[in-house]
């Protein structure tokens, strides 16, 4: 009867276990529990640094963003209210502090260190022919206008949807669509004999 009721058992749509989580790790945050921040910043800082890192290009200001990003969700985890995912709504924020860094910060740096720091990203294959590509990929992507690179990096690297980096971006739907059309566009030309089939 016991194994009836079971198989009997509704199952939890896909992300439910995982929407859950977050909603008790920010019942935590907002209760103050430094634990539940810790757990939280563990879980974000790589995937936020290497977002901040793309958009930006400046070393130095990435841990400042990053903390700057991480202490709105300790200062206001009250904002979030679940209406969208956890990660929607932290990408939101690093993706308005990258702004205002990038209009504080309008000196250009050249990063010439760039080259020879190991990537935040995880490269199981070390061929020679992934790292032309990646190297590739990155230069014609760091031509980009900051508003295209921030659309494909969110897409490509991070497998966000168009209504969620419309969320993150502050703008409708149609714009990120048109911003990925023209990106895209950008990058064949650019890529154009180079890598043909990548977009």
């Not at 790589?46 to 963003?65: A, G, Q």
């Not at 294959?125 to 508003?147: I, N, V, W």
Request: aromatic letters at 8%.
């Amino acid at each position: 009867m016991v194994g009836r009721n079971l198989e009997l058992a509704p199952r939890r749509p896909a992300g439910q276990d995982s929407r859950e989580s977050e909603a008790l790790l920010m019942e935590r945050i907002r209760a103050r529990d430094v634990d539940a921040f810790e757990e939280l910043y563990r879980g974000y800082r790589d995937r936020l640094s290497r977002f901040l890192l793309k958009r930006i290009r400046r070393p130095h200001l990435i841990e400042e963003v990053l903390n700057d990003t991480l202490m709105v969700v300790w200062d206001h985890a009250a904002a979030f209210k679940g209406d969208s995912k956890l990660s929607t709504w932290i990408f939101a924020i690093a993706y308005r502090k990258s702004m205002k860094a990038l209009r504080n910060h309008q000196d250009p740096i050249e990063d010439k260190a760039a080259e020879e720091r190991p990537s935040l990203d995880p490269s199981p294959e070390d061929g020679f022919g992934r790292e032309r590509t990646r190297a590739l990929l990155l230069q014609a992507m760091a031509e980009l206008s900051p508003e295209h690179r921030t659309v494909l990096e969110l897409t490509y690297f991070h497998e966000l949807g168009y209504q969620e980096i419309a969320e993150i971006m502050s703008c409708p739907v149609g714009t990120v669509k048109t911003r990925m059309f023209h990106a895209r566009r950008q990058m064949r030309r650019r890529l154009a004999g180079e890598l043909p089939d990548w977009i």
